[in-house]
């Protein structure tokens, strides 16, 4: 079925071009393997312990942290308001590390 548009040029009524399903289909089937492949790269765990050990000791790590902060916030008047930025500016370093480690871990 033929029409024509404003500029004489003839125009395909009721015709769906399949071309954008077709890329659709093709990036879900990527979007599949890529997921499989990251799934089977992943190192799995066997005993549910370990990780609760690790959780453990990063919470652990986590308090000891939090006290020392304190110790330091809490020490006389004579420390100095860059040392304790310092230190916050070094924690945040620290994350920020520890993040992009987790990341590259999570991609490879």
Not at 58 to 77: C, D, G, W, Y
């Amino acid at each position: 079925m033929f029409g024509q548009q404003g500029t004489g040029l003839p125009l395909l009524i009721n015709v769906m071009s399949h071309l954008p399903l077709i890329k659709k289909s093709l990036c879900k089937k990527d979007l599949l393997r890529q997921a499989e492949f990251h799934m089977a790269s992943r190192p799995s765990y066997a005993k549910s312990s370990q990780l609760n050990i690790r959780a453990i000791e990063q919470k652990n790590k986590r308090r000891k942290l939090h006290q020392a902060e304190l110790f330091i916030a809490s020490r006389p008047s004579h420390t100095k308001s860059a040392e304790l930025n310092s230190r916050l500016a070094m924690k945040a370093a620290h994350v920020k590390r520890l993040r992009s480690a987790q990341m590259i871990s999570i991609t490879k």
